[in-house]
C-alpha cells in the first residue's frame, strides 16, 4: 500500500530568495565593516531622478546604441563621480568621507556591489527614457506621413437664419 511521505518545508529559501527579487540588498565586508548595500525605496527613487538626471541622461546614449559594456558604464561614472559617489555612499548608509578613504580595491568593491543592487534602478530609468523617445519620433513621423485628410473642414453657414412665422400647428 503507498504511504504519503510529507514533503519537507523549506518555505526560508524561498521567502528569502523572494525578498531578494523585491527589494535586493547585498552584505560585503570593505575595509573591515559589514556594509549592507541596499536598492533605493520608492521615495527616495523619485528623489534620485532629479538629482542624477545627467548621469540618466548619458546613460541613455549609452543605452540607444545596444548593451553597454562594463567599461562604458565605469566611464559615464568617472564623469559623474561626485554624484555616483554620493549615491554609493547614500546606499550603503556610510559617510561620504568614509567611501573617500577607501584604496582602489575595496573602492571597486563597492563600487560593483553598488552597481549590482542599484544599477538596475537606473538602467530601468533610462529605457523609459529610450522608449519614450523613439514613440516620440514615431509619431512625429506617422503625423507628417499621414498627408491631408480626407474631407476638408465644412464651410461656414452660408445663410442667415431668420425666425419665421407661427407654423398653423403652433395656433
Known amino acids: 500500500m503507498a504511504k504519503v511521505v510529507p514533503q519537507e518545508q523549506q518555505p526560508d529559501a524561498q521567502e528569502e530568495n523572494d525578498l531578494e527579487i523585491l527589494h535586493p540588498e547585498q552584505e560585503v565586508v570593505i575595509a573591515g565593516v559589514k556594509v549592507v548595500i ?3 525605496g ?4 523619485l528623489k534620485i531622478r532629479t538629482k542624477a538626471k545627467p548621469f540618466i541622461h548619458g546613460l541613455q546614449e549609452i543605452l540607444s546604441g545596444g548593451q553597454p559594456s562594463l567599461e562604458e558604464i565605469l566611464d559615464l561614472l568617472a564623469e559623474h563621480l561626485d554624484l555616483a559617489l554620493e549615491l554609493v555612499a547614500d546606499s550603503a548608509d556610510m559617510p561620504l568621507d568614509w567611501v573617500h578613504s577607501l584604496s582602489e580595491h575595496e573602492g571597486d568593491v563597492l ?6 543592487v542599484c544599477g538596475p534602478f537606473f538602467v530601468r530609468s533610462a529605457q523609459r527614457r529610450v522608449v519614450s523617445s523613439k514613440l516620440q519620433d514615431r509619431f512625429a513621423k506617422a503625423s507628417q506621413s499621414a498627408g491631408e485628410k480626407s474631407t476638408p473642414p465644412s464651410s461656414e453657414q ?3 437664419l431668420t425666425k419665421s412665422e407661427a407654423t398653423p400647428s403652433d395656433k
Request: net charge negative.
Open 38 to 40: 541596499r536598492e533605493y
Open 111 to 116: 563600487l560593483y556591489t553598488w552597481w549590482s
Open 42 to 45: 520608492f521615495v527616495e527613487g
Open 158 to 160: 452660408a445663410t442667415e
